[in-house]
């Protein structure tokens, strides 16, 4: 899949052991993510989560439709509060476990959608 998406992209090829392996880098800990660029998230679960975590997400409103949320391996279920928090700047979240969200992420990368990835490391 890779070798399809234009050069610089971040595609996602591993994730365990408390981190992720994003464009050939092994990365420690939580990221967010974007098509071009990542940056460490200091979020170790699901019940850290507060509106304010999302701050570089919501400062890149304009690049990102989708968001997509890494609950790690515990269910996604997250609160009205967040939802409406990110609804306001027009980003959509959907969590799922964080493998999913890698493998989710990697494919909506693949089809150039407007997309971003807050991912809890496992």
């Given at each position: 899949?890779?070798?399809?998406?234009?050069?610089?992209?971040?595609?996602?090829?591993?994730?365990?052991?408390?981190?992720?392996r994003i464009a050939g880098?092994?990365?420690?800990?939580?990221?967010?993510?974007?098509?071009?660029?990542?940056?460490?998230?200091?979020?170790?679960?699901?019940?850290?989560?507060?509106?304010?975590?999302?701050?570089?997400?919501?400062?890149?409103?304009?690049?990102?439709?989708?968001?997509?949320?890494?609950?790690?391996?515990?269910?996604?279920?997250?609160?009205?509060?967040?939802?409406?928090?990110?609804?306001?700047?027009?980003?959509?979240?959907?969590?799922?476990?964080?493998?999913?969200?890698?493998?989710?992420?990697?494919?909506?990368?693949?089809?150039?959608?407007?997309?971003?990835?807050?991912?809890?490391?496992?």
């Amino acid at each position: 899949m890779s070798e399809d998406l234009p050069r610089g992209r971040k595609v996602v090829s591993g994730y365990g052991d408390g981190g992720f392996r994003i464009a050939g880098e092994r990365v420690d800990g939580s990221v967010i993510l974007f098509p071009e660029r990542f940056l460490a998230w200091n979020v170790s679960a699901l019940s850290d989560l507060r509106p304010e975590h999302f701050s570089d997400i919501i400062a890149s409103a304009n690049e990102v439709d989708i968001l997509l949320l890494g609950c790690g391996d515990v269910p996604p279920i997250i609160g009205q509060d967040l939802r409406d928090a990110l609804k306001v700047h027009n980003i959509v979240i959907d969590a799922m476990g964080t493998g999913a969200a890698c493998r989710t992420f990697n494919i909506l990368l693949g089809e150039s959608r407007a997309v971003a990835a807050a991912l809890i490391a496992v």
